[in-house]
Structure formats: C-alpha cells, structure tokens
C-alpha cells in the first residue's frame, strides 16, 4: 500500500468510527428514531441539523434489519466523498452504482453489478411502504426507468452519490424533485447473494 493509498484508508476508517458513534446517540439498531429530547449538546445539535436524527415529537419509523446495520454505517462514512463519473472507490470518488456497489461489497461481501439497471435486475422489487433500511431506491433522472439509485437509511432519507460536482450525501425522498422521479425500491436477498457471487 502506498502512502496515498494509507492516508485514505485512515481517512475512510476514521470518518466511518465518528459517524457510527454519532448514530448511536439517537439511532437504535440503526433505525432513524425520534431523540428523547430536545437536543442539548453539540453532538445532538449536529446530527438533528443533518438529518441524522429526527425532533423528539415526530413519529418513530422503521427498525434496521441486523444483516444491514454494517452497511447503513458503512455508507454514512462516504458522506462527503465526491462524485466520479465510472468511480468505484473511496480514493478516486463514486458515480451513484459505484458507490452502491462498493457499499455492499465492503460491508457485506456482496458484489452488486456495477449498472444501475442491473442492480435493479439483480434486487427483488418491493412496495415503497415496506422500505427498511439498506433497501435500494431507484430514480429516473436521465430517461430511463432506472437511471439513479440510492441507498435507502430510513425515515424517507436515502444516502447517495448525485451528481458531477457533488459529493456522497443523505437526501429527503420526500421533496418534490425525488418523489417526481421516484421509480422503485428493491430489496438485496440471500438469493441475490448467491447470483452475484457466480459473477465473472
């Protein structure tokens, strides 16, 4: 490993241990849930400011699923990494496949393909309202049906890499702009486990 190559590596470690912490003062199980509280400290003040936890009044949502608590922490530590047109990697940056792709790879074992549509292809369809946590969520920004995909984190954000210019970030599903485009979620299942690994 070259100097670079380590420098990033720490990087990418570090970035991913302070998200994880921070998610555990108002994550449980990694399901974005309601603060007890009103926040008080900097730390709360941080993470309500940045989605990351949701006002002490408002509606407890779903629970993350064990098998994708790794992944769902693990893709909060690219937040901030910037957008790369065929990227895969921390170092050189992440189109919006890439970034899934590497997400379960690293996180999970699992290879995705590296399109957006044969993501979509290779991922079991589900209803928007069964939504969990390390679901995947597709979006026609290009034309195509399935031309955008993201990591869905709960409470109707997900996390992706958007676009020329960008950088890794957590998004509100719910604007105008992405529900307008919205096209699907699709689930990654043991099945889709097995396939990818028989990929060349």
């Keep these: 490993m070259n100097d670079i190559s380590f420098i990033f590596a720490i990087m990418r470690t570090f970035r991913s241990r302070l998200i994880a912490s921070a998610l555990a003062v108002s994550v449980t199980a990694l399901g974005i849930v309601p603060a007890s509280a009103e926040p008080t400290d900097a730390l709360s003040v941080f993470l309500q400011q940045n989605g990351w936890s949701l006002p002490h009044d408002s509606t407890p949502v779903e ?39 590497a997400a379960f790879q690293q996180s999970m074992g699992i290879r995705l393909p590296r399109r957006v549509v044969e993501q979509a292809q290779a991922t079991q369809p589900i209803q928007r309202q069964e939504l969990q946590p390390g679901d995947l969520v597709f979006f026609n920004t290009l034309g195509p049906r399935y031309s955008h995909v993201g ?16 950088n890794v970030r957590l998004e509100n599903m719910r604007t105008q702009y992405w529900t307008s485009r919205y096209t699907g979620a699709r689930r990654v299942t043991p099945n889709d486990v097995v396939a990818s690994a028989q990929m060349p």
Excluded: K, N, W
Excluded at 69 to 93: C, I, K, R, T, W
Excluded at 151 to 166: E, L, M, N, T
């Design 63 to 101: 629970r993350t699923p064990p098998a994708h608590s790794s992944l769902v922490v693990h893709a909060m530590g690219f937040v901030g990494v910037p957008y790369q047109l065929g990227g895969s990697s921390f170092e050189e940056g992440f189109d919006c496949s890439g970034f899934v792709q």
């Design 151 to 166: 990591i869905y984190v709960g409470g109707g954000r997900f996390i992706h890499s958007p676009r020329s210019g960008a």
